[in-house]
Protein backbone atom coordinates (compact mmCIF):
# COMPACT_ATOMS: atom_id res chain seq x y z
CA UNK A 1 0.00 0.00 0.00
CA UNK A 2 2.77 2.52 0.90
CA UNK A 3 3.88 1.62 -2.83
CA UNK A 4 0.54 2.44 -4.41
CA UNK A 5 0.45 5.66 -2.14
CA UNK A 6 4.13 6.98 -3.34
CA UNK A 7 3.42 5.93 -6.69
CA UNK A 8 0.10 8.03 -6.92
CA UNK A 9 1.88 10.69 -5.04
CA UNK A 10 4.38 10.74 -8.19
CA UNK A 11 2.13 10.26 -10.67
CA UNK A 12 -0.20 13.11 -9.72
CA UNK A 13 2.51 15.62 -9.16
CA UNK A 14 3.84 14.64 -13.13
CA UNK A 15 0.72 14.94 -14.53
CA UNK A 16 0.07 18.46 -12.67
CA UNK A 17 3.06 19.95 -14.23
CA UNK A 18 1.84 19.20 -17.50
CA UNK A 19 -1.07 20.72 -17.80
CA UNK A 20 -2.05 24.15 -19.43
CA UNK A 21 -6.02 25.35 -18.39
CA UNK A 22 -7.99 25.54 -15.28
CA UNK A 23 -10.63 23.13 -16.14
CA UNK A 24 -8.47 20.66 -16.31
CA UNK A 25 -7.01 21.38 -12.91
CA UNK A 26 -10.48 20.67 -11.82
CA UNK A 27 -10.78 17.23 -13.51
CA UNK A 28 -7.55 16.29 -12.17
CA UNK A 29 -8.49 17.45 -8.75
CA UNK A 30 -11.48 14.73 -9.17
CA UNK A 31 -9.20 12.51 -10.39
CA UNK A 32 -6.68 11.91 -7.82
CA UNK A 33 -8.81 13.08 -4.49
CA UNK A 34 -12.77 12.92 -5.60
CA UNK A 35 -15.22 10.74 -3.48
CA UNK A 36 -14.76 8.47 -6.34
CA UNK A 37 -10.69 9.11 -7.45
CA UNK A 38 -7.46 7.04 -6.68
CA UNK A 39 -7.14 8.04 -3.21
CA UNK A 40 -9.91 7.12 -2.21
CA UNK A 41 -9.72 3.83 -3.95
CA UNK A 42 -6.47 3.10 -2.34
CA UNK A 43 -7.46 3.92 1.39
CA UNK A 44 -10.19 1.50 1.04
CA UNK A 45 -8.05 -1.36 1.85
CA UNK A 46 -7.22 0.14 5.03
CA UNK A 47 -9.05 -2.07 6.63
CA UNK A 48 -6.87 -5.19 5.69
CA UNK A 49 -3.96 -3.49 7.26
CA UNK A 50 -2.66 -4.37 10.64
CA UNK A 51 -3.31 -1.93 13.85
CA UNK A 52 0.68 -0.84 13.60
CA UNK A 53 0.77 -0.30 10.19
CA UNK A 54 -2.91 1.34 9.78
CA UNK A 55 -1.64 5.08 11.97
CA UNK A 56 2.04 5.04 9.38
CA UNK A 57 -0.18 4.69 6.13
CA UNK A 58 -3.00 7.23 7.51
CA UNK A 59 -0.27 9.46 7.99
CA UNK A 60 1.62 9.03 4.99
CA UNK A 61 -1.92 9.44 2.70
CA UNK A 62 -2.54 12.49 4.55
CA UNK A 63 0.91 13.87 3.00
CA UNK A 64 0.26 12.62 -0.19
CA UNK A 65 -3.13 14.23 0.05
CA UNK A 66 -1.87 17.58 0.64
CA UNK A 67 1.08 17.31 -1.66
CA UNK A 68 -1.00 16.96 -4.10
CA UNK A 69 -3.76 19.48 -2.94
CA UNK A 70 -0.69 21.90 -2.53
CA UNK A 71 0.62 21.32 -6.29
CA UNK A 72 -3.02 21.57 -7.66
CA UNK A 73 -3.48 24.76 -5.51
CA UNK A 74 0.38 26.39 -7.18
CA UNK A 75 -0.65 24.93 -10.45
CA UNK A 76 -4.02 26.81 -11.12
CA UNK A 77 -2.56 29.83 -9.18
CA UNK A 78 -0.16 29.90 -12.16
CA UNK A 79 -2.40 28.57 -14.83
CA UNK A 80 -5.18 31.44 -13.89
CA UNK A 81 -2.49 34.15 -13.86
CA UNK A 82 -1.68 33.20 -17.42
CA UNK A 83 -4.98 33.02 -18.65
CA UNK A 84 -5.35 36.58 -17.17
CA UNK A 85 -2.20 38.00 -18.97
CA UNK A 86 -3.10 36.17 -22.17
CA UNK A 87 -6.86 38.04 -21.69
CA UNK A 88 -5.11 41.28 -20.99
CA UNK A 89 -2.86 40.84 -23.90
CA UNK A 90 -5.55 40.18 -26.38
CA UNK A 91 -8.18 43.09 -24.90
CA UNK A 92 -5.07 45.38 -24.51
CA UNK A 93 -6.45 48.54 -23.50
CA UNK A 94 -5.05 52.24 -22.81
CA UNK A 95 -6.85 54.00 -20.09
CA UNK A 96 -5.45 57.23 -20.81
CA UNK A 97 -6.50 57.49 -23.98
CA UNK A 98 -9.40 60.12 -24.58
CA UNK A 99 -12.81 58.70 -23.96
CA UNK A 100 -14.98 58.73 -27.67
CA UNK A 101 -17.81 61.31 -27.10
CA UNK A 102 -20.94 59.88 -26.81
CA UNK A 103 -23.37 60.63 -29.58
CA UNK A 104 -26.61 62.20 -28.69
CA UNK A 105 -29.32 63.47 -30.87
CA UNK A 106 -31.56 66.11 -30.46
CA UNK A 107 -35.19 66.91 -31.38
CA UNK A 108 -36.21 67.62 -34.56
CA UNK A 109 -37.07 71.75 -35.44
CA UNK A 110 -40.74 70.38 -36.20
CA UNK A 111 -41.23 69.17 -32.23
CA UNK A 112 -39.22 71.98 -30.68
CA UNK A 113 -41.65 74.29 -32.32
CA UNK A 114 -44.28 72.25 -31.63
CA UNK A 115 -43.49 72.27 -27.62
CA UNK A 116 -42.91 75.78 -28.15
CA UNK A 117 -46.61 76.43 -29.41
CA UNK A 118 -47.90 74.21 -27.01
CA UNK A 119 -46.76 75.92 -24.15
CA UNK A 120 -48.33 79.22 -25.56
CA UNK A 121 -51.10 77.83 -25.78
CA UNK A 122 -51.20 76.16 -22.22
CA UNK A 123 -50.20 79.81 -21.05
CA UNK A 124 -53.53 80.45 -22.24
CA UNK A 125 -55.60 77.78 -20.58
CA UNK A 126 -55.81 75.25 -23.41
CA UNK A 127 -55.13 71.92 -23.36
CA UNK A 128 -53.58 69.38 -25.80
CA UNK A 129 -55.83 66.81 -27.68
CA UNK A 130 -54.77 64.31 -29.98
CA UNK A 131 -56.80 62.99 -33.43
CA UNK A 132 -56.23 60.72 -35.97
CA UNK A 133 -53.84 60.83 -39.07
CA UNK A 134 -55.94 57.59 -40.68
CA UNK A 135 -59.37 59.53 -40.53
CA UNK A 136 -62.97 58.82 -41.56
CA UNK A 137 -64.23 60.73 -44.25
CA UNK A 138 -67.29 61.72 -41.60
CA UNK A 139 -65.12 63.87 -39.44
CA UNK A 140 -62.61 64.98 -41.84
CA UNK A 141 -65.10 66.50 -44.60
CA UNK A 142 -69.18 66.03 -43.55
CA UNK A 143 -68.89 66.71 -40.05
CA UNK A 144 -67.03 69.66 -41.38
CA UNK A 145 -70.69 71.11 -43.06
CA UNK A 146 -68.24 69.47 -46.21
CA UNK A 147 -70.81 67.14 -47.77
CA UNK A 148 -69.69 64.74 -50.41
CA UNK A 149 -70.31 66.84 -53.50
CA UNK A 150 -69.26 69.83 -51.73
CA UNK A 151 -67.01 71.71 -53.94
CA UNK A 152 -64.94 72.90 -51.44
CA UNK A 153 -63.17 69.24 -51.11
CA UNK A 154 -61.46 69.99 -54.04
CA UNK A 155 -59.33 72.38 -52.42
CA UNK A 156 -57.66 69.51 -50.49
CA UNK A 157 -57.10 66.96 -53.08
CA UNK A 158 -56.71 64.21 -50.58
CA UNK A 159 -54.94 60.10 -50.18
CA UNK A 160 -57.97 57.86 -49.81
CA UNK A 161 -57.31 54.57 -48.63
CA UNK A 162 -60.94 53.17 -48.78
CA UNK A 163 -64.05 55.27 -49.85
CA UNK A 164 -65.03 56.07 -45.90
CA UNK A 165 -61.05 56.26 -44.84
CA UNK A 166 -58.59 58.75 -45.62
CA UNK A 167 -55.42 60.14 -44.54
CA UNK A 168 -56.77 63.31 -42.90
CA UNK A 169 -56.24 66.49 -45.15
CA UNK A 170 -55.88 68.63 -42.14
CA UNK A 171 -56.27 68.60 -37.82
CA UNK A 172 -59.71 69.75 -38.04
CA UNK A 173 -61.53 66.60 -37.72
CA UNK A 174 -60.14 66.89 -33.91
CA UNK A 175 -62.98 69.79 -33.64
CA UNK A 176 -65.37 67.72 -34.72
CA UNK A 177 -64.50 64.46 -32.19
CA UNK A 178 -63.67 67.01 -29.55
CA UNK A 179 -67.12 68.31 -29.36
CA UNK A 180 -68.70 65.17 -29.74
CA UNK A 181 -67.06 63.75 -26.96
CA UNK A 182 -67.55 66.74 -24.69
CA UNK A 183 -71.62 66.06 -25.13
CA UNK A 184 -72.50 69.51 -25.34
CA UNK A 185 -70.57 71.03 -22.17
CA UNK A 186 -68.55 74.02 -22.55
CA UNK A 187 -65.94 75.29 -22.20
CA UNK A 188 -63.96 73.65 -24.81
CA UNK A 189 -60.16 75.24 -25.28
CA UNK A 190 -57.75 72.59 -27.11
CA UNK A 191 -55.79 72.54 -29.38
CA UNK A 192 -53.78 69.56 -31.34
CA UNK A 193 -50.90 69.00 -33.04
CA UNK A 194 -50.74 66.37 -35.50
CA UNK A 195 -49.58 65.56 -39.07
CA UNK A 196 -51.59 66.04 -42.25
CA UNK A 197 -51.82 64.82 -45.83
CA UNK A 198 -52.35 66.09 -49.02
CA UNK A 199 -51.48 65.78 -52.89
CA UNK A 200 -50.11 69.15 -52.79
CA UNK A 201 -47.09 69.76 -55.26
CA UNK A 202 -43.58 70.31 -53.08
CA UNK A 203 -41.71 73.89 -53.44
CA UNK A 204 -40.42 75.97 -51.09
CA UNK A 205 -43.35 76.64 -48.70
CA UNK A 206 -45.73 73.35 -49.64
CA UNK A 207 -45.38 69.70 -48.56
CA UNK A 208 -47.57 67.05 -49.63
CA UNK A 209 -46.94 65.58 -45.84
CA UNK A 210 -47.14 68.64 -43.10
CA UNK A 211 -48.08 69.30 -39.42
CA UNK A 212 -50.36 71.28 -38.50
CA UNK A 213 -51.83 72.65 -35.16
CA UNK A 214 -55.77 73.20 -34.61
CA UNK A 215 -56.99 74.89 -32.40
CA UNK A 216 -61.08 75.49 -31.28
CA UNK A 217 -62.69 77.29 -28.39
CA UNK A 218 -66.09 77.10 -27.89
CA UNK A 219 -68.38 78.63 -24.86
CA UNK A 220 -71.09 81.59 -24.26
CA UNK A 221 -70.05 84.98 -25.95
CA UNK A 222 -66.79 83.73 -27.53
CA UNK A 223 -66.23 86.34 -30.32
CA UNK A 224 -64.35 86.94 -33.06
CA UNK A 225 -62.34 89.35 -31.30
CA UNK A 226 -61.35 86.76 -28.81
CA UNK A 227 -60.18 84.31 -31.82
CA UNK A 228 -57.93 87.86 -33.08
CA UNK A 229 -56.73 88.68 -29.37
CA UNK A 230 -55.50 84.80 -28.70
CA UNK A 231 -53.84 84.79 -32.34
CA UNK A 232 -52.17 88.08 -31.94
CA UNK A 233 -50.86 86.95 -28.21
CA UNK A 234 -49.61 83.46 -29.76
CA UNK A 235 -47.50 85.34 -32.47
CA UNK A 236 -46.06 88.15 -30.46
CA UNK A 237 -44.73 85.37 -28.14
CA UNK A 238 -43.40 83.18 -31.27
CA UNK A 239 -42.14 86.04 -32.82
CA UNK A 240 -41.04 88.94 -30.10
CA UNK A 241 -43.33 91.99 -28.79
CA UNK A 242 -43.43 93.78 -33.04
CA UNK A 243 -45.16 90.94 -34.78
CA UNK A 244 -47.94 91.83 -36.49
CA UNK A 245 -50.86 89.72 -37.37
CA UNK A 246 -52.74 90.43 -40.89
CA UNK A 247 -56.28 88.98 -41.20
CA UNK A 248 -57.78 88.47 -44.47
CA UNK A 249 -61.48 87.39 -45.30
CA UNK A 250 -61.72 83.68 -46.82
CA UNK A 251 -63.15 80.49 -46.77
CA UNK A 252 -63.78 77.70 -45.08
CA UNK A 253 -67.00 75.33 -45.33
CA UNK A 254 -66.90 75.06 -41.29
CA UNK A 255 -66.17 78.58 -40.22
CA UNK A 256 -67.95 81.60 -40.67
CA UNK A 257 -66.83 84.43 -41.32
CA UNK A 258 -63.81 82.82 -41.90
CA UNK A 259 -59.82 84.58 -42.32
CA UNK A 260 -56.59 83.30 -43.38
CA UNK A 261 -54.28 84.89 -41.33
CA UNK A 262 -50.84 86.54 -42.09
CA UNK A 263 -47.74 86.93 -39.52
CA UNK A 264 -45.11 89.67 -40.72
CA UNK A 265 -42.40 88.01 -42.62
CA UNK A 266 -38.94 87.28 -41.42
CA UNK A 267 -37.62 89.74 -43.93
CA UNK A 268 -39.45 92.15 -42.10
CA UNK A 269 -41.72 92.82 -44.96
CA UNK A 270 -39.68 94.03 -47.90
CA UNK A 271 -40.15 90.82 -49.59
CA UNK A 272 -38.30 87.30 -50.15
CA UNK A 273 -38.18 84.33 -51.74
CA UNK A 274 -40.23 83.13 -48.47
CA UNK A 275 -43.23 85.59 -48.84
CA UNK A 276 -43.29 86.24 -52.12
CA UNK A 277 -42.51 89.56 -52.17
CA UNK A 278 -45.37 90.41 -50.01
CA UNK A 279 -44.02 91.17 -47.03
CA UNK A 280 -46.52 88.68 -44.52
CA UNK A 281 -46.16 85.02 -44.31
CA UNK A 282 -49.61 82.58 -44.41
CA UNK A 283 -49.58 81.08 -40.98
CA UNK A 284 -52.96 79.56 -40.24
CA UNK A 285 -56.70 79.24 -41.61
CA UNK A 286 -59.15 80.40 -39.11
CA UNK A 287 -62.97 81.70 -38.38
CA UNK A 288 -65.92 81.29 -36.14
CA UNK A 289 -66.76 77.43 -36.11
CA UNK A 290 -69.88 77.70 -38.45
CA UNK A 291 -73.43 77.09 -36.78
CA UNK A 292 -74.11 74.14 -38.75
CA UNK A 293 -70.92 72.45 -36.84
CA UNK A 294 -72.19 72.80 -33.58
CA UNK A 295 -75.13 71.74 -34.16
CA UNK A 296 -73.97 68.71 -36.12
CA UNK A 297 -71.46 68.16 -32.59
CA UNK A 298 -74.45 68.36 -30.23
CA UNK A 299 -74.05 71.86 -29.35
CA UNK A 300 -76.72 74.95 -29.32
CA UNK A 301 -75.41 76.78 -31.40
CA UNK A 302 -78.03 79.55 -30.03
CA UNK A 303 -76.58 79.47 -26.90
CA UNK A 304 -73.04 78.95 -27.75
CA UNK A 305 -70.40 80.34 -30.35
CA UNK A 306 -66.77 79.20 -31.07
CA UNK A 307 -63.70 80.03 -32.79
CA UNK A 308 -61.33 77.46 -34.78
CA UNK A 309 -57.93 78.07 -36.20
CA UNK A 310 -55.49 75.24 -37.98
CA UNK A 311 -51.49 76.63 -38.37
CA UNK A 312 -48.83 75.42 -40.35
CA UNK A 313 -45.94 74.25 -37.98
CA UNK A 314 -43.79 74.15 -41.01
CA UNK A 315 -44.49 77.72 -41.91
CA UNK A 316 -43.87 79.02 -37.91
CA UNK A 317 -40.87 76.98 -37.98
CA UNK A 318 -39.87 78.69 -40.97
CA UNK A 319 -40.51 82.18 -39.86
CA UNK A 320 -38.74 81.13 -36.36
CA UNK A 321 -35.69 80.16 -37.45
CA UNK A 322 -34.81 81.94 -40.92
CA UNK A 323 -35.32 78.60 -43.18
CA UNK A 324 -36.15 79.65 -46.68
CA UNK A 325 -37.26 76.00 -47.94
CA UNK A 326 -39.81 73.66 -46.61
CA UNK A 327 -37.89 70.51 -47.68
CA UNK A 328 -35.14 71.12 -45.42
CA UNK A 329 -37.32 69.34 -42.32
CA UNK A 330 -37.79 66.30 -44.59
CA UNK A 331 -34.06 65.55 -45.99
CA UNK A 332 -32.99 64.26 -42.79
CA UNK A 333 -29.46 66.04 -43.81
CA UNK A 334 -27.34 66.34 -39.85
CA UNK A 335 -25.67 69.54 -41.34
CA UNK A 336 -29.36 70.88 -40.69
CA UNK A 337 -30.57 69.24 -37.91
CA UNK A 338 -27.99 69.68 -35.50
CA UNK A 339 -28.12 73.77 -35.79
CA UNK A 340 -30.95 72.70 -33.34
CA UNK A 341 -28.72 71.35 -30.92
CA UNK A 342 -28.89 74.00 -28.71
CA UNK A 343 -32.75 75.91 -29.50
C1 LIG B 1 -56.97 74.38 -43.23
O1 LIG B 1 -56.37 73.33 -43.32
C2 LIG B 1 -58.10 74.55 -42.26
N1 LIG B 1 -58.44 73.28 -41.68
C3 LIG B 1 -57.68 75.54 -41.22
C4 LIG B 1 -58.80 76.00 -40.37
C5 LIG B 1 -58.98 75.42 -39.13
C6 LIG B 1 -59.65 76.98 -40.79
C7 LIG B 1 -60.02 75.83 -38.31
C8 LIG B 1 -60.68 77.42 -40.01
C9 LIG B 1 -60.86 76.82 -38.75
P1 LIG B 1 -55.46 75.64 -44.91
O2 LIG B 1 -55.62 74.70 -46.00
O3 LIG B 1 -55.39 77.08 -45.27
O4 LIG B 1 -56.61 75.49 -43.86
O5 LIG B 1 -54.17 75.26 -44.08
C10 LIG B 1 -53.83 75.88 -42.86
C11 LIG B 1 -52.35 76.21 -42.82
O6 LIG B 1 -51.58 75.06 -43.10
C12 LIG B 1 -51.95 77.22 -43.88
O7 LIG B 1 -52.17 78.52 -43.43
C13 LIG B 1 -50.47 76.91 -44.02
O8 LIG B 1 -49.72 77.53 -42.98
C14 LIG B 1 -50.41 75.44 -43.81
N2 LIG B 1 -50.36 74.71 -45.08
C15 LIG B 1 -51.37 74.49 -45.96
N3 LIG B 1 -50.97 73.74 -46.96
C16 LIG B 1 -49.67 73.46 -46.75
C17 LIG B 1 -48.68 72.68 -47.43
N4 LIG B 1 -48.93 72.03 -48.54
N5 LIG B 1 -47.45 72.63 -46.91
C18 LIG B 1 -47.15 73.26 -45.74
N6 LIG B 1 -48.04 73.98 -45.04
C19 LIG B 1 -49.28 74.08 -45.54
Redesign the pocket.
Known sequence: MRERLEQLNKEALEELCHIGNSQLVQDLRVKYLGKKGRLTEILRGMGKLSAEERPIIGQLANTVRENIEQKLEEVKVAIEKKEIEAKLQRESLDVTLPGRPIQVGNRHPLTLVIEQIEDVFLGMGFTVAEGFEVEQDYYNFEALNLPKDHPARD??DSFYITEEILMR????PV?ARTMEKMEGEVPVKIICPGR?Y?R?NDDA????V?T?I???MVGENVRMSDLKGVLLEFAQQMFGENAGIRLRPSF?P??EP?A??DVTCMCGGEGCKICKNTGWI??????M?HPRVLEMAGYDSEKYTGF?????V??IAMKKYDIDD?RQFYTNDLRFLKQFNRV
Open positions: MQTHTSQVRDTHSHFQEGLFFTSEVEVLGSGVAFGLGERI
